[in-house]
């Protein structure tokens, strides 16, 4: 059985030379065949693929963007499957054989793709090498051929796919409609599933996947194309890419688009060079606040802070504001499908971070240590049997607040080293560096979602942290807090779920 990988690039050709160096070293022989089309590239990658003599390239005076360039090799691909891969990714061993064999587990499934260190659409999973060379150690753990790692999806993300040839003679090629890129995958996935077929994410194998490398310079234009394709999407199936009719996912939430502020927080250290991605980029240095809006006056103060704050070099920053989310935890898991971000600082709309060098300082604890997958600014080292945290003895943490109906300093217990481990935080901040998925399913309101998580985080492995703070990050600007809407039941809800854990 052979494959026939198809990869396009334009310029990047540090990240062409990992890919295909990759590809070579832990894939078996004989069992693909490497195509590259090149968009138009002027930094040399042109000159080094006609060098290679086991890739068959093609050469384009122009850029003409992802669906047509992958067309281009998709229409010359020999064997039984064609592999869409991003040239930003470097694969790791077993990686083709663990793919295969899932897609060849059963006639009806049509396509397959990989989990990885960034990517939207739940494919991540947590991770720990810090190196390239810590690298494949870790994603030999992870790729052992195993079918109860394999999950059906709605959607597969384009950076891998492999999907059987007999799907590409029945459903066609990409459609060119979204060029220069954006959507196209998600069109190509619907109509896969339209033609009988199914998708299945295979947790069983692992690559790294660096991302964003084509838009890196320009987050405004990648912008602008994703919402002008997306409606291109709408127009053409009748219904949005991000709606339950596509999901199969009960999430009518919306995004609301970026203002100017956050544009340009967006855009601001931005990572210009290859170079400096290769080494800096290996932990993916993207960061998103996520918070969820229903008072645009209140949470203009929380932006305003969030566009104050110092950026360390080599960072992106962007800004989501989600609108319309029926709860927390369905809003959040809304905003972290959305982003790739490696580092997510879920925030609510009345708190206002007023350390400058919040990222930096939140960013040395979580790259110092990687087990911390949480972190709060307020918390409990344990919780009570009635699952009211901060009716703890062992509270930590301090933040300007004014549930009492006058703002002051709340401080609990001084946190002595750079950190201490706790059982639960407030969901006033978090922030993680990992995703983890928020219980929807049982925190359908605006309560205990927040501690729920802290719990989700434990059962993962990871540690949930307060930092030491020598003066208060945040002011948290609730006024007295409303425990009226649905409090006691999701209490009893979450005493039900984890009270054996406590």
Known sequence: ?????????????????????????????????????????????????????????????????????????????????????????????????????????????????????????????????????????????????????????????????????????????????????????????????????????CKDVFIHHFGSTSFGKDRQEFGDILAINRKKFIDKWGFDAWSPAYLDHDSPHSIHEPTTKETDMKTRNTISSADEKIQSLINNKNICFITLVNDEKTYEKALYHMNRLTIPEGYNVEILCIKNAKSMAAGYNHGMKYSDAKYKVYLHQDVSIINKDFIKDFLTIFEKYPSIGLMGVAGSKTIPSNGIWWESPQRYGQVYDNHTGQMSLLRFNDVENEYVKVKAIDGLLMITQYDIPWREDLFDGWHFYDISQSMEFQKSGFEVAIPKQVTSWCIHDCGIVNVQNGYEKYRITFLQEYGQEL
């Open 1 to 201: 059985m052979k494959t026939s990988i198809v990869i396009l690039t334009y310029n990047q050709l540090h990240y062409t030379k990992l890919c295909i160096d990759s590809i070579r070293k832990y894939t078996e022989q004989g069992a693909y065949g490497i195509i590259v089309v090149d968009n138009h590239s002027t930094d040399g990658t042109v000159e080094w693929l006609k060098t290679q003599e086991d890739i068959q390239a093609i050469f384009n005076d122009e850029n003409l963007g992802f669906p047509k360039g992958c067309n281009q090799g998709m229409k010359i691909a020999q064997g039984d499957n064609v592999l869409l891969l991003n040239n930003d990714v470097i694969v790791t061993p077993n990686w083709l054989s663990n793919l295969t064999t899932c897609l060849y587990s059963a006639e009806h499934i049509g396509a397959v793709g990989a989990v990885t260190n960034s990517c939207s659409n739940h494919q991540t999973i947590p991770f720990t090498y810090k190196t390239l060379e810590e690298l494949i150690p870790f994603a030999e753990k992870n790729n052992i051929s195993n079918k109860d790692q394999w999950e059906e999806k709605p959607r597969l993300i384009g950076y891998c796919m492999l999907i059987k040839n007999e799907v590409v003679e029945k459903i066609g090629f990409l459609d060119e409609r979204f060029s220069p890129g954006n959507f196209e995958d998600d069109d190509y996935c619907y109509r896969i599933r339209r033609a009988g077929y199914k998708l299945l994410l």
